[in-house]
């Protein structure tokens, strides 16, 4: 434990509770609509982020192709085959922006891939860009993190307008992110506001116009080092806002925004959605009193746990037991300072550990993700999906998890959660 | 993983999950998932994974077995500095700390891209650190089975029986169970975890059974696998082979691949159904010197199931079958021509996803083969070789055939109810019931009677997608991809092989 009461793992063993750098750039780059990932790796890499991709996300939408690095490469270097898997990917898929993912093995054989990137910028006429993640080299994080960064080199500037905004930390592989992006664009419009670019959830030529855009909205604290590179690049101001997971969370959300647009906050909508609100828990008023006061543990990364956390205890009234932040970005120690809603808080915990503290602390329902499906079974709790990765539980309607729409669906999933089991007496 | 009230959830759970083209389709899973297979499968071990937190984190979601996660897969965390100054003190305290925390009986330290290329001496370590701790520790590169498949598997069983089974040991210090055989599945081959007829028959001939793995399997079961006479396995594993070696234990594969080598005699590939479980009991009792016990007990089991199988069938018999040519090698067509009495109708050949592993000569060896099975058994098909749906529905259509016995993973079979054509799903067969033994054909039987009246499926929503001309059950997305990672892969060591 460090000086502000916040637990960090203490073995050199790690279970982690994250993914390498390959996994974060991959998802940003997942994120541009019209990209391609080349994992330039052992077979095993390439697999890895593949499956993760298949089973959470859109199984029509999958644009992650091997650089096809074979044993006999480790000798000889692969940059041959990198030069024709960008080649094939360009031929097959026409993307505007290829990026190449430099993984473990390759970085450490020493292939020159910004070499190959540099050279192959010649032949194809898209943009190509080389990404360092050896495994390694840092969490996922720092690759999701790095790989905005590299976005920005790609954006010119442009006119600004106004009331238009970016909206930076997205990943369209969350959970519901699809539906969320909805809500949250629709809870923009109720403000006269529209959104620009999503980094990343857009095409790359929206993502390159990023900068006529009037502010860049920072869900909780994801792609914070972008913004504040678009600031001094293109005089382009930011706001970081709580991800708008319950009623509160929306509503500073929009406030945020709004007063970062120097607009004023368009009362009359809040009020309407807080009355809708209201009618929809009055439907169900009993069963929330009944789990009134329940002992939850919160698992999840860090611009989604601490405003779940948040909803969970101001709005839902639970004892937030743990709070555990499988995945920070910058300012997750500052927002654990924060801790009036919450008992405990693990920073990139290991999870054996992180386990251990859990089953020690009563909890009777857990928010995770796949992952956490073993630790709810033997706490024999509910188990809610609402963090990244989420492999056994698909969402293909529009009921978002965000935004005030989001307010009724999280209850509703909290509750069948807890009412839907088969137990015997 | 018994049968029980969990099957019912788990057959689901698999299907779900086993229609996702990555196995030699659009990717390869590493080393490490194999791996993983092997500790998981082996209840007081643990994996300790040599290498950065992707390795371990990735892996937890296993390409092997997608539904379920990995949830113990503690890493070493090797980080830029490791990757220059190495990462073997890492590993030394790693091991240490792992045995504290999880009181293992068994470290299987898998290691990665990352400390294989930078020359960490795995060997040196272990043997320094086993000592200092109260369990087994073995280790698996990949590098010890030649890229035998799947690479981690293999490996990692390899370095169990080599670093752990037989070390330390002579065969003459072993207390050999007289007369008994260990049995071995993966979860991989999913229902060749069902081994309890075969485990009946083979006692009744006088043969006793040392282990069974892995069904529970504990260290404590690994290091008395050489007590027994002889290794029952599916495929030839290395393993086994070092175990003949090292300690006298003498290893048998269902698949009689070698023999088939030398004889071209199809037969020998088909483990299933009553005549090729047969061979398989009959060959297991000569090794063991029970030929005489065995040819009673093969006798009365055979006449029985023969009997049984023959009031099933009734109304299978003559009935047309369309299926995919597999050479005899999931030996589920042997079982529609040789125990259901079907007729071929149409046999499909899907070379695609082929081309890639096979040399020229072994793609049409399998196909030779499946028209000769078909041929043996009366049948005169027509072949269809990478049709598309449109082809392969009219094919049925003229030939009148009554069932199409193809997976939704190869063959776009919505497309095909929607004409009519009633289906039944091999994958799930070959997933949840194929095995060794008499029982097997009978329920085959029942299920195909069942698939045979099934409501017709005329709307189906899967029809309403855009799929590929070639690879038939994938929308054209997917098999650019598929199509680019077989190109991407072309000449790759290990990958092609001869039949």
Known sequence: MNNAGIKTREGLVYDPTQDCKLVGAARAIAGVKDAITIVHARPGCHCGVLLLRALGSNQNDIRIVSSGLRAQDMVYGAEGRLTEAIMESYIDFKPALIAVCNCSAPAIMGDDVEGVVHAMKEEIPAELTALSTGGYEGPAWMGYEETLAELIRFMGPCEKESDIVNLIGVKDDDVNAYADLLEIKRMLNSQGITINAILTSSSFDEIRKAPKASLNVVLGGDGLESAKIMQQKFDLPYVITPYPIGLNNSIEFLDLITRGLNKALNQ???????????????????????????????????????????????????????????????????????????ETVLIEPDRFEMNEEIKTKGVGLVFGSTLEKKLAWELGAPLVRMFYPVIDEVTISDTPYAGFRGVPHIIEKIVNSVINNYVEV | MHEGVSAGFLRPLINAYCSLPLHGITAIPGKISGALMVADAIEDAIPLIHGPIGCSYQRKINPFRPYLPFYDTPCTDMNDLDVVYGGEDKLRLGIQETEKRYHPNLIVVITTCASDLIGDDFKAVIEETKGDVGCEVVYTTGDFTEKSKPVGYQDSLYAITDQMICNGIEKEEIAKNEGSVNIITFPIHGAGLKTDEMASVLREMGIKINKVCFDHTRVKDLLDLPMAELTITDYPMAWTKLMKERLDVDHYETVAWDSYKESRNAELLSPYGIEGSTRVFTEIAKRMDKEGEAEEVLERRKSEAKGRLLAVRKGLAGKKVAYTAMGGLHSLEVMLLQDMGMEASVIIYNTLGLERLLSEDAIQEILDMSLEWAKKYGSDPEVLVNPTTEEERKAMKKTGTDLAVLSSLSNAVYELDKAGIRTFNPLEFMLHHQRVGFECPIELAIQLKEALKKPQRRKPLLSMLEYDTRRTNLIPHWAKLADMFVRLREGAIGDKCEV
């Open chain 1, 268 to 342: 009359e909508f809040i009020e309407t959605e807080r009355e809708r609100i209201k009618e929809r828990i009055e439907n169900i008023f009993l069963f929330l009193q009944g789990v009134y006061d329940t002992s939850v543990a919160v698992i999840g990364d860090s611009a989604h746990a601490f405003s779940l956390a948040r909803f969970l205890s101001y709005e839902l009234c639970f004892n937030v037991k743990v709070l555990a932040i499988t995945s920070k970005n910058h300012i997750s120690l500052a927002e654990a300072k924060i801790d009036d809603y919450f």
